[in-house]
């Protein structure tokens, strides 16, 4: 091979790795929308934490409003040309954030209502126990248990 | 070096040939406006290029209308993959007996 040929593979190779860097450099989108989500689910845990009457509100808003942003980048990602490994990155990210936030979108177990929900599965478990002061435990029970507690009294 | 030579694919000895199987390997399928975007080449030139590749069966093609409007997607075939990964590897073996 003389000096002249490997010159020329030499730029034929510089050529189709900057080919290759261009394609790279494309999907810049998916880190975005992985940005968005880490965002989306850092501020919903801390939400349920420190302000969770928000919380009800926030977590449908937030998955709906991070799913058609994704949608949306899919959308133009596919009318772009994209490849199909990435649409499958941003599909697999979509649906990974999915599954992280569907469980987490259900409204937040208040404090005292964890404790009355604790109460009731006492009662249910052992039924003569003498009920609480504000009848929280009452709630779940049948007027035909309510009697045989007033029996019991 | 002569046996690394004749390894080498003859097909995919131009730059746009070779540069275009590299980007298919590297993706499902890609539009002739993307691949012109990324090589650089002008629609006379990648479409003759595309072509050979289509004929000797290296690449794929499938066109279809999106939005009314015609879109030409290539993949590379299993033959295509099979020979450029030839080529490649003997481009490689080429590139460390010169370096020696």
Aim: net charge positive; aromatic share 6%; charged share 25%.
């Amino acid at each position: 091979m003389t000096t002249q040929e490997t010159r020329r593979v030499e730029e034929d190779l510089t050529y189709i790795r900057g080919a290759v860097e261009r394609m790279e450099r494309g999907p810049y989108q998916s880190v975005t929308i992985a940005a968005i989500w880490a965002v989306i689910v850092a501020v919903g845990f801390s939400i349920n934490d420190f302000r969770p009457e928000i919380s009800m509100v926030y977590w449908p808003v937030a998955a709906i409003g991070g799913y058609l942003i994704c949608l949306a980048v899919l959308v133009i990602g596919l009318n772009h040309g994209w490849n199909g490994p990435v649409v499958g990155q941003l599909f697999t990210l979509v649906s990974g954030a999915g599954c992280l936030l569907g469980p987490s979108s259900r409204p937040p177990i208040h404090a005292s209502r964890r404790h009355s929900h604790h109460r009731r599965a006492s009662n249910r478990l052992y039924p003569a126990l003498p009920l609480d002061d504000r009848g929280v435990g009452n709630k779940c029970r049948s007027p035909l248990q309510r009697l045989e507690d007033e029996i019991v009294r | 070096m002569s046996k690394s030579l004749e390894n080498l694919d003859k097909l995919l000895e131009h730059r746009s040939r070779l540069g275009a199987c590299v980007l298919l390997s590297n993706a499902d399928r890609l539009s002739f406006s993307r691949l012109k975007e990324l090589l650089n080449e002008t629609d006379g030139n990648l479409g003759a290029h595309l072509r050979k590749l289509e004929n000797s069966g290296y690449v794929d093609l499938d066109k279809q209308f999106e939005n009314r409007r015609p879109v030409s997607w290539y993949t590379l075939s299993k033959g295509g993959r099979l020979a450029l990964k030839k080529h490649l590897q003997a481009l490689q073996v080429l590139i460390e007996e010169s370096a020696v």
